[in-house]
């Protein structure tokens, strides 16, 4: 099956293209790079073993879309990655945020809907239930009043794919609420590469082990926690690549009219932002500095999920474990210091 990957040369789109080679599904990648390198669509055919069509487009352009649409007529599939993803610099572009994440996912289903294209894996994310009162948060947990632009985003997002879905019998969509993915392909081949300093823990933290950034400040550690300082739920991002490919095999084979599904992705696991840096520490044999700053304003205490909805729907657990994330991410924080446009 060919599946369209929006956003697919980003952090996640891109160890989800070469999860979904490995599954045997065929990806054509659109990607404007805005926030990605075109040279990593070379790395992915390398790891996938295979040749992957690459489209440099945004996803707004309504007829670019669609001519990468009829260009592969096989299309039955598609994972809509693509959109701007810092929370605070939505807070001072909203306009463009909306226009670029809510712009992209009515053109994908605009073309979904005249390629009759059926299937539809959407990027939600953990922020659309703010600060829980209960934990962990399960998929009917109550959504709360999105806290940032970037958080409306997604809201709005899963509520335009509710409405396609209920007026279009033929769409099948799941949107995976993402939890705190981290690490990099195993490889060492791919993995998160920010733009800045990054707003990120873990590629802050390998940054700040190679020297990039100064040191490692975190932010808050007076919050009502077992250590002070917030905790997550971390895990690797190959098991969410993998996520996607089981949720297009669940809507590949489930029944027209199905609603818009809705499942966490997360390890299910709390854990504290120095717990994050021990277990850095301790699989990587590196120091790792850090300095305490204030809190960080829209950082919510704690949240982690119940993801047995992930398991008993998709087959999916986490394969990995936060170590082997964690020795990833600085392996690949490793090769950028030594090649920083690589071929
Ligand atoms: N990384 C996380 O922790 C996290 C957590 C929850 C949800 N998400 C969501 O997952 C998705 C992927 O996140 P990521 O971390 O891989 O981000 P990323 O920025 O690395 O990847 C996004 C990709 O989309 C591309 N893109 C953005 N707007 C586009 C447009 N209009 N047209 C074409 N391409 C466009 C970018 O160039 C980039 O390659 C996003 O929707 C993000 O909101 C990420």
Not at 54 to 73: G, I, K, M, N, S
Not at 166 to 183: C, D, E, I, T
Not at 269 to 298: C, D, I, K, M, W
Request: with cysteine; proline share 7%.
């Amino acid at each position: 099956m060919d599946v369209l990957v929006t956003g697919g040369l980003g952090y996640i789109g891109s160890h989800t293209v070469v999860a979904l080679a490995e599954a045997g599904y065929s990806p054509i990648i659109v990607d404007n790079l805005c926030n990605s390198q075109a040279w990593i669509h070379a790395r992915l055919e390398q790891l996938a073993g295979q040749a992957i069509p690459f489209y440099r487009v945004d996803c707004t352009d309504r007829l670019a879309l669609a001519q990468v649409f009829e260009q592969h007529p096989n299309v039955q599939a598609v994972v809509h990655f693509a959109a701007l993803k810092a929370v605070g610099e939505s807070t001072r572009h909203p306009l463009e945020y909306y226009q670029n994440n809510l712009g992209s996912l009515l053109a994908v289903l605009q073309a979904m809907q005249q390629q009759h294209v059926g299937i539809l894996v959407f990027s939600s994310s953990a922020t659309v239930y703010g600060e829980p009162e209960k934990l962990p948060v399960t998929e009917t947990t109550p959504l709360q009043a999105p806290t940032s632009p970037y958080g409306a985003t997604k809201a709005m997002a899963e509520r335009i794919i509710a409405d396609a879905v209920q007026a279009n019998p033929q769409l099948r969509a799941m949107a995976l609420r993402y939890f705190n993915p981290v690490g990099a392909h195993p490889s060492a081949r791919i993995g998160e590469l920010p733009q800045g300093t990054p707003n990120n823990l873990v590629p802050y933290m390998t940054q700040a082990t190679r020297g990039v950034v100064p040191d490692l400040k975190i932010f808050g550690h007076d919050y009502a926690t077992p250590d002070g300082t917030p905790l997550r739920d971390y895990f690797h991002v190959v098991d969410l690549a993998c996520a996607h490919v089981l949720a297009i095999d669940y809507l590949a084979k489930a029944r027209e009219g199905l609603p818009l599904q809705f499942v966490n992705v997360g390890a299910g696991t709390p854990v504290s932002v120095l717990q994050v840096v021990e277990t850095f520490r301790q699989a990587t044999g590196q120091p790792l500095p850090y300095r305490f700053a204030p809190r960080r304003a829209g950082d919510v205490e704690a949240i982690w999920c119940d993801a047995t909805l992930a398991k008993n729907l998709l087959g999916w657990q986490p394969e990995y474990t936060l170590a082997d994330a964690l020795l990833h991410a600085w392996k690949w924080e490793q090769t950028l210091g030594e090649q920083e446009i690589p071929a």
